[in-house]
């Protein structure tokens, strides 16, 4: 079993739609959570970043992590077209050499259309 | 400023040969990382440089896979008797070396192994 898992979807949505992706993980030692955003053929590029338990949000995106059931999610209101890509959650731990350690889960396809 | 940028971006090369990939991180980031992603799954970390040293190389797979960063800057990844099993995109990251910065991708080397 992975440390990270994630649904890969596909998931598919109309423009304007609530996007809710997750993660669930194992490890209890993560104290950090992100997300990351990625276009076909560029890196991941870094879009939330928690520590620990609680709720962030930004603009059209809330991150929201629950560690007593160890699962992440990120919601994304108003989608746009231009949301379209793959949504990467990843994790790391707080001590030590962990910390620049991410764990990624596998990703999840998501296509807005207009 | 500039971002991370790695070379080649495609390397295309036969079973057994060696080959490196080639890592230039944002200047005056003194954290480095390797990971690498295969089709359809989230990065995989496999090593993290903190300065010249290595920090954690756990994730290297076996003893065919040698990353370097002699002077703190540009990061080289070697591979030995390559595999066809070692096709994926090689990604680079490079942060600030705090605990839990942002980790800032390049735009990965796609690596296939004939």
Redesign the interface.
């Given at each position: 079993q992975k440390e990270v898992e994630q649904d890969p979807g596909p998931l598919s949505v109309p423009e304007g739609a609530i996007v809710s992706l997750n993660c669930t993980y194992s490890n209890s030692a993560f104290q950090y959570f992100m997300w990351y955003r990625q276009y076909s053929r560029k890196g991941p590029e870094l879009l939330m970043y928690t520590y620990s338990s609680g709720n962030k949000e930004d603009g059209r995106f809330t991150a929201q992590v629950d560690k007593s059931s160890k699962y992440i999610s990120l919601f994304i209101r108003d989608s746009q077209p231009s949301d379209s890509a793959t949504y990467l959650c990843a994790m790391s731990g707080a001590g030590g050499t962990s910390y620049g350690k991410l764990t990624f889960g596998q990703g999840t396809i998501l296509t807005v259309h207009p | 400023g500039a971002g991370?940028s790695q070379t080649p971006s495609n390397k295309v090369t036969e079973k057994g040969k060696y080959v490196e990939l080639r890592c230039d991180p944002i200047s005056g980031h003194t954290?480095l990382?390797w990971?690498r992603q295969s089709l359809?799954?989230?990065?995989?970390?496999l090593i993290?440089f903190?300065g010249t040293g290595a920090?954690?190389d756990?994730?290297l797979p076996n003893d065919r896979f040698f990353a370097v960063r002699p002077e703190g800057s540009v990061s080289t990844l070697k591979i030995q008797r390559t595999e066809r099993g070692d096709s994926a995109v090689y990604?680079c990251?490079s942060s600030t070396g705090g605990?839990?910065d942002?980790?800032?991708?390049?735009?990965?080397t796609r690596l296939t192994v004939l």
């Open positions: - | 991370v954290a990382y990971y359809g799954q989230g990065p995989e970390f993290y903190q920090a954690d756990s994730g990604l990251a605990v839990a942002t980790q800032y991708f390049g735009p990965g």
